[in-house]
């Protein structure tokens, strides 16, 4: 059994000057179901170009288990859904799919893909007929045409709806359950939170963040603490001081509002959630309603990427 699915190591590609994939290094493995996550012109439409050898980079390399990414293709081993490139028009939805199951090396059932993308209702629909979201789940079908070890999607809920999503990430989940290697580029955050195994952060060609949601997450190191603060409840000077918040032990960024008078809400994203509470009691506060949380993915990231933003503009300032 393959113990790579996939490898890119020391990968570089640039277009003129701009730096598209910067050096990178990394490795998938069978059974994982991979978040790809990153700003618009991180590298991750590049990055996957390179992997499905429709790109050559210019240092280093990338295989597709232990060959070429060609040989893969060829082998009928990989399946991918890429943005670019259009469907075909004056044809029935069944027609393109069944095409596809045919060509491939490996292809599989027309009616069970037709089931597995849950567009069996569209069987007899005109392609050029579909909204965007159909459309997206057509092409989804042609992904999974064939008995794929590893499935690529690039922003495959482009279009779809709420609940649209919700089926067809259920479908993703019934690839994955069996024993498919997904990996998959998103911009809704909560779908890598909610589905991926593994997390990947691409920003400015590198990769800054490898792990579990959960590991991303506690990378961020930030809690959330939330709270209502009535006159009543303020130390014995009996006036409102923001300042005191700030100074409270671990506090990163601080939000008051001041909806109802006499009551104040505050959030504080703090790097230690029991320092700052103890804080606020030592302080002579009394919060109502208190409540401590983690981060979410969508806010480690912006922490994340956030932070090296400052970091690389701290090292050009210094030039």
């Avoid at 179901?33 to 618009?40: D, R």
């Avoid at 001041?258 to 809400?265: F, H, I, M, Y």
Wanted: glycine share 12%; net charge negative.
């Amino acid at each position: 059994m393959d113990t790579e699915v996939a490898a890119f190591r020391g990968v570089g590609k640039s277009y003129g000057r701009v730096r598209a994939v910067d050096g990178l290094d990394l490795v998938l493995r069978p059974g994982e179901t991979v978040a790809l996550l990153g700003p618009n012109g991180a590298g991750k439409s590049t990055s996957l170009d390179l992997l499905l050898g429709l790109r050559e980079p210019d240092q280093g390399g990338v295989t597709l288990f232990g060959g070429t990414p060609r040989a893969a293709i060829e082998a009928g081993r990989v399946g991918a859904m890429l943005q670019s490139g259009g469907l075909m028009s004056d044809v029935k939805v069944r027609e393109i799919v069944r095409l596809a199951c045919d060509v491939h090396p490996r292809g599989r059932s027309v009616t069970e893909v037709l089931a597995d993308a849950g567009i069996t209702e569209l069987a007899e629909r005109r392609v050029d007929k579909l909204s965007g979201g159909q459309e997206q789940r057509v092409r989804f079908a042609l992904a999974i045409a064939g008995d794929n070890d590893l499935i690529v999607l690039d922003e495959p809920t482009t279009g779809m709806d709420v609940s649209v999503r919700q089926s067809f990430w259920a479908s993703m989940r019934a690839q994955a359950d069996a024993g498919r290697t997904v990996l998959f580029a998103t911009h809704y955050l909560e779908e890598a939170d909610s589905i991926a195994d593994r997390v990947l952060v691409l920003h400015r060609g590198r990769l800054i963040a490898d792990g579990s949601s959960a590991e991303i997450k506690a990378r961020a190191g930030a809690r959330r603490i939330a709270f209502e603060l009535h006159d009543g409840d303020l130390p014995d000077t009996g006036r409102f001081d923001e300042g005191l918040l700030r100074t409270l032990p671990g506090v990163r960024s601080l939000d008051v509002t001041a909806r109802v008078p006499g009551v104040r809400t505050v959030r504080i994203r703090t790097s230690d959630a029991d320092a700052s509470v103890a804080g606020l009691y030592r302080a002579g506060l009394y919060p109502r309603g208190l409540e401590v949380t983690g981060v979410g993915l969508e806010q480690a990231f912006l922490t994340i990427t956030g932070e090296l933003d400052r970091n690389d503009a701290a090292l050009e300032s210094a030039r």
